[in-house]
């Protein structure tokens, strides 16, 4: 796991001490790391009492809103995760839970060492991120998938064995509004050929829907839920770059469909 995390990252964090202005989290995915989230970034309205909303031993899912890295300042948001966002989120570190108890438990089978089994992991995060798009791709591509990695025979044998029989390939679904206004006599045409533009990653799958004007919906599909956030990124900052120049602003808002 990388020691920072990135801009716009979700993360799970843990509420030490609250303060009347803010609070000092801290990042469970990255060592503990210190983060803090001012009293401004709890809540989509203004707020009093910031006890109302969070209290010390709480886990949140937030939102990376900010990185400062000459002071190795983290700052997080809480009103900028939708409820999509967290509902994925947390399915998405459920399921690592549960890849690393089969991890375990082909480490048992296998009667690997302790550096047998440190190696290993090191070498599936390192490829694929994290254990459960891993064991996903074992799953789907068996030892193909891990071929090369360098992992002892007795230990690729049960991580195969274990992934074919609990593992089925995942799949992630976010959705957003996209907002398109035009000020221009050619907007219709403006917006049609923003929308042209607009072009999903290799490996997944993207659906927009019209959902009256200025609306419009993003679907995206993906192999897991960080693929599809940054597909979600990207289709955003091609509608940015396709509006340039052009009469129509351009806005984002990650939700489910109203």
């Given amino acids: 796991?990388?020691?920072?995390?990135?801009?716009?990252?979700?993360?799970?964090a843990t509420v030490k001490k609250i303060m009347p202005y803010g609070a000092f989290c801290t990042l469970d995915?990255?060592?503990?790391?210190?983060?803090?989230?001012?009293i401004s970034e709890v809540a989509p309205r203004w707020i009093k009492n910031i006890h109302e909303f969070l209290h010390e031993g709480q886990h949140v899912v937030?939102?990376?809103?900010?990185?400062?890295?000459?002071?190795n300042q983290v700052d997080l948001s809480l009103k900028r995760v939708s409820d999509s966002e967290r509902k994925m989120k947390l399915e998405s570190v459920k399921k690592e839970k549960r890849a690393q108890k089969l991890f375990e438990v082909a480490l048992?089978?296998?009667?690997?060492?302790?550096?047998?089994?440190?190696a290993a992991r090191v070498k599936l995060e390192g490829k694929y991120g994290d254990l459960i798009s891993a064991f996903e791709e074992m799953s789907q591509n068996g030892e193909k998938a891990i071929e090369g990695l360098g992992i002892e025979k007795g230990l690729v044998k049960a991580l195969l064995e274990i992934c074919t029989k609990n593992i089925k390939k995942a799949s992630a679904q976010l959705r957003g509004v996209l907002s398109l206004v035009s000020y221009s006599e050619e907007g219709i045409?403006?917006?049609?050929?923003?929308?042209?533009?607009?072009?999903?990653?290799?490996?997944?799958?993207?659906?927009?829907?019209?959902?009256?004007?200025p609306r419009y919906q993003?679907?995206?599909?993906?192999?897991?839920?960080?693929?599809?956030?940054?597909?979600i990124e990207t289709l955003?900052?091609?509608?940015?770059?396709?509006?340039?120049?052009?009469?129509?602003?351009?806005?984002?808002?990650?939700g489910e469909k109203e």
């Fill in 1 to 12: 796991m990388a020691e920072m995390p990135e801009q716009d990252e979700l993360v799970l």
């Fill in 108 to 118: 048992k089978q296998a009667k690997s060492t302790g550096t047998e089994a440190a």
């Fill in 29 to 38: 995915e990255y060592g503990n790391r210190e983060a803090f989230v001012h």
């Fill in 62 to 71: 937030a939102k990376i809103y900010q990185i400062v890295a000459e002071k």
């Fill in 218 to 231: 993003i679907t995206v599909v993906a192999p897991d839920f960080k693929v599809a956030q940054k597909a």
């Fill in 236 to 254: 955003v900052e091609q509608a940015d770059s396709a509006a340039k120049g052009k009469s129509t602003s351009v806005s984002f808002e990650m």
């Fill in 189 to 213: 045409e403006e917006i049609k050929a923003i929308l042209a533009h607009l072009k999903a990653p290799e490996g997944v799958q993207a659906q927009i829907s019209y959902l009256g004007a």
